[in-house]
């Protein structure tokens, strides 16, 4: 289980340093990530939140810079394109399990914490329709439940899921870490406010 942010292309951008993508791929976030990697996942949470926010958030600045973050520093919610990603490396072909599908976002990845305690289900967004369910002490992962048949489909002890989604938790929290670093370094002065915002999109807790 892997916290992922859904990607896209990034033409013509020029704030600062950010790696290529395809649209709808997908940057694993964890706090092994190089400084273009981050700056990337930087540029693209900031895009999801590229809003004209309400009249009460304050008046749009006239740089590219403040242009570019507005939305992101002012806008109460916040969303991250992605989710939390969940494949089987012990085989062959790598089996995707849950896959965020559209409308899905990192700021809701609490949810799986609602499979364990709460009401025992979640959905992470359509094509595919990933979907967790628990029964009991397991809790079954379907990558497509409204799709064709034949959807892989694998079941775990509550316990394991646990363990996983606490780890892509830290993973999160590893990553935010590294963002504030990385923002005092190429957005200082708007440090404080870049990384406050991007706690608030991944639903975390600041570093600093």
Known sequence: MHPVLEMSAADGFALWPVGEYES???????????????GT?????????DFEPEEEHGPCPSDPLGIFLHGL?????????????VVDHDTDTDTVFV???CCNGL???????????????????????????????IVRLTLDAYGTDG????????????RLVVGAQQD?????????????????SHAAAVTA??????DLVPTR
Request: a negative charge; charged letters at 20%; glycine letters at 10%.
């Open 24 to 38: 709808y791929g997908h940057l694993v976030l964890n706090g092994e990530l190089t400084p273009v990697e981050v």
């Open 41 to 49: 996942a930087v540029r693209r949470i900031a895009e999801c939140n």
């Open 73 to 85: 520093l002012t806008m109460p919610d916040l969303f991250a394109a992605g989710g939390f990603r």
């Open 99 to 101: 896959e965020p599908g």
């Open 107 to 137: 700021e809701s990845w609490r949810d799986w914490l609602e499979v364990l305690d709460g009401t025992g289900y979640s959905y992470f967004g359509h094509d595919p329709s990933s979907v967790a369910e628990r029964t009991g002490a």
């Open 151 to 162: 959807s892989p489909v694998i079941e775990l002890p509550v316990d394991r899921v646990r």
């Open 172 to 188: 999160l929290q590893d990553f935010l870490g590294l963002a504030g670093t990385w923002a005092e370094q190429h957005l200082p």
């Open 197 to 202: 915002a991007l706690a608030r999109a991944l």
